[in-house]
């Protein structure tokens, strides 16, 4: 058997809760990445090297991208976060599909919230649509099985 690496086009996004699914169609989701934090120790009398140990896990920020919804309840869970510091965590799930629409991989992030929501610029000399941009952090993420 072949293995086929999967396409990065065609993938879901789904949130926790109460968001309908019009709202949730992304043309882009980036930011899937967790890393070690290192800690380096010296030990007395040593200037050769230094221990380095493992410290913990650092997540970056998930950021989804899609066209601009004038009126989007997504929109306005980012607004309550960011001018009335109102937070309402979300789980979210982003799952990787096949050409046939099911899922090859999947990864759940844990209590997402909103730090940054933004919108593309506007420029009368291009022809280009308007993109929203939603930049997550979250408590921690991994990735689940499928079936």
């Known amino acids: 058997m072949m293995y086929e690496v999967p396409v990065g086009f065609h993938f879901a996004v789904v949130f926790g809760g109460t968001i309908p699914s019009p709202e949730i169609c992304f043309q882009e989701v980036s930011g899937i990445s967790a890393e070690l934090v290192v800690e380096e120790l010296r030990e007395g009398g040593r200037n050769d090297f230094a221990h380095r140990l493992p410290n913990g896990a650092k997540y970056g920020n998930l950021v989804l991208k899609r066209g601009f919804f ?3 309840l997504i929109a306005e869970w980012c607004r309550d976060a960011i001018e009335n510091f109102i937070f309402e965590p979300k789980d979210i799930l982003v799952t990787l599909l096949n050409e046939y629409h099911l ?3 999947g990864w759940t992030f844990q209590r997402a919230w909103p730090v940054k929501w933004s919108v593309s610029d506007f420029k009368a000399q291009e022809n280009a649509l308007v993109i929203e941009s ?4 979250y408590q921690s993420f991994r990735k689940v099985g499928v079936p």
């Open 70 to 72: 004038s009126s989007s």
């Open 134 to 137: 939603l930049e997550l952090a």
């Open 103 to 105: 899922p090859l991989a």
